[in-house]
């Protein structure tokens, strides 16, 4: 598909369609709830012994392997993947400590390079459009990335998605209704590549006292 | 189209630093300078790469739960996106283009002033080429020409007392050299008490295809 036909008047309408009814799944200001992805059971944010997790299930995606691995440069978190045997899907999770977290946000985070999402969009949300970022690569799993502000963390998480072109950002709250930062649905890109969907947290406020930082 | 623009801004000190700007910055933070503020506004950054032109602020006036990118429809190589803001209960504004696509976007959009008719400030003649594009029920105007690169979004500036902006604010836009880069200016509402707004110009001396050639 050429980039004229991507941006016919017929393809626009579908994009913004498509990204209505992402808005229909969410419930609107003031309600306090989630939006809901498409093939997604989540992401779900805790803090649990001074670290701060995330997790989702990717509902449509079958992979028969599982692994634990380090982030680099957070010596004390990880990421692990592996099929959830409740959902038959596939769980992603993320415990990032908050001993790390403060060595980046606070004294580290200008040591890592200028990202914004993979193939080079800007981020959403931020005014800047980037922030200091690291990718981890998992095998068959590409572009898994983390961003660390001066007052952020956030992850993108590859996920393959039926948008083109258009990204839904929504305020992203944690389980007792509090806002603690953004979520975006991330459609492909002009390469039609980059889906999945974006989670910021705001580490400024709620999320900071629950991690001491 | 081009002597408006320059003639206007070349009354300014900075625009060879403009144009030095634009080739060699990868996204630097630019302010409002002179303790002057725009309300409501806060956060600008412009800046150029990889011959993107990427222009972004925080608008505290407008409170968004849920935004959207886009490509801008009918606009080759443009996407707008109005998102809230992460830090605060603001909304993030980000445009941006290809320097390419700004020059040869293949349109001629209609010359005119701001959308309720009055003239663009610090333009002479008041009209640059302009082009429309909604998010929901929100219409924002994009001035493109060789010379200038203008937005404009519909705010309302209005103080704890409900009562709007009573005078036009404007408040260069500089690096953090102090080098000019362009003005925001914050428009009062017209005598009908609609039309209010915020629109952003950067002029580019020397011309983008310049810019594009090296």
Known sequence: MSKSQLRSPKTQVLAILIVASLGISSCGKGSNKNVLIDGVDGPRVNFVDNKLTMSVILKQVTIDFGLRIQIPKLPNSYVEVGPDFQSAGYMISVGIDANDLKALTHDGFNTLDPTSLPGGRPLPGVVEGQMPGLAVEIPKWHNLAFYFGADVFGTFVPVKLPIKDVIGTFRFYDGAGDRIGNISVVGKDANDKNSGFLLLVNLHGKVGQLIQL | ?214
Not at chain 2, 58 to 66: A, E
Not at chain 2, 172 to 199: C, H, K, Q
Request: hydrophobic share 40%; proline share 6%; net charge positive.
């Open chain 2, 1 to 214: 189209m081009n002597r408006a623009v320059t003639q206007a801004w070349q009354k300014s000190r900075s625009g060879v630093a403009f144009t030095f700007f634009l080739l060699t910055s990868a996204f630097i933070f630019s302010s409002c300078g002179n303790g002057k503020k725009v309300p409501g506004l806060e956060g600008f950054h412009t800046g150029v790469v990889q011959k993107r032109l990427y222009v972004s602020f925080i608008s505290k006036t407008l409170q968004w739960d849920v935004g959207l990118t886009i490509p801008i429809p009918g606009l080759r190589d443009a996407t707008v996106s109005v998102a809230p803001d992460l830090s605060s209960d603001g909304t993030v504004f980000q445009f941006s283009i290809g320097l390419e696509a700004l020059l040869n976007h293949g349109q001629a959009f209609p010359l005119t002033g701001l959308p309720d008719g009055r003239p663009l400030p610090d333009i002479q003649g008041g009209v640059l080429p302009r082009w429309d594009v909604d998010i929901k029920k929100l219409r924002m105007s994009l001035y493109l020409s060789n010379d200038a690169f203008g937005i404009f979004v519909p705010l309302a500036f209005l103080d704890q007392n409900g009562v709007g902006l009573p005078v036009q604010i404007s408040v260069d836009i500089e690096d953090e050299r102090g080098n000019r880069l362009g003005r925001v200016y914050a428009l009062p509402m017209n005598i009908n008490r609609t039309g209010s707004g915020l629109f952003i110009l950067l002029p580019y001396l020397g011309g983008v295809g310049n810019i594009i050639n090296k």
